[in-house]
C-alpha cells in the first residue's frame, strides 16, 4: 500500500485484488474500515467495506459492503483529482458510472439496493473533471446481502 493510501484507509486486512468469496465468509476477505462524509459535507464517520480495489496510480479506491449493500468510492491521493466507481450490477444492464467529489482522505457511501441473490463487479477510477486518468482491475462479483 503506497504512503497516500494511509491518510485514507483506518485499518486494512488482506489483498486489494484477492478473488472473492460467498459473503458469509466475510471474516475472511480483504477488508478497509474508511471515512465517509456525510451528506451535508459536515461530518465523518468510520465505515468497514470489503473487497478493496484501487485505479491504477492509487489515487482511488472503491470497496463494498455487501450488507446493506453500500458502494464506498474514496479519495486515495492529494493529488486534486477526483475517485470514480464504474460498476456492473446483477439487476440492471450496462455499466454504471458514480463520481464523487469528497476530498483527499474521505469516501463517499453510495447506497444501493441490490436484492440479497444480487451482485455487484466495480472498479476504482481516477478522474480530472470528466476525463479518466487511470483505472484499475475489477473487482469480481461480490454478492449481495441484505
Not at 441490490?114 to 483505472?135: K, M, R, V
Amino acid at each position: 500500500m503506497c504512503g497516500a493510501a494511509l491518510g485514507l484507509v483506518l485499518g486494512w486486512t488482506g489483498f486489494a485484488h484477492a478473488s472473492p468469496v460467498a459473503s458469509h465468509v466475510l471474516e475472511n476477505a480483504p477488508s478497509a474500515t474508511v471515512s465517509v462524509v456525510s451528506a451535508d459535507g459536515e461530518a465523518i464517520a468510520a465505515a468497514e467495506c470489503y473487497y478493496p480495489v484501487y485505479s491504477g496510480d492509487s489515487g482511488a479506491m472503491v470497496c463494498f459492503n455487501p450488507t446493506g449493500e453500500h458502494l464506498y468510492i474514496c479519495d486515495n491521493a492529494s493529488d486534486g483529482h477526483h475517485p470514480v466507481a464504474r460498476y456492473y450490477r446483477s439487476d440492471s444492464s450496462g455499466l454504471k458510472t458514480k463520481h464523487a467529489d469528497v476530498g483527499y482522505g474521505t469516501c463517499l457511501d453510495h447506497n444501493l439496493s441490490i436484492p440479497e441473490s444480487g451482485w455487484i463487479n466495480y472498479q476504482a477510477c481516477n478522474y480530472e473533471g470528466s476525463t479518466q486518468l487511470s483505472c484499475g482491475y475489477f473487482s469480481g462479483r461480490i454478492s449481495a446481502r441484505g
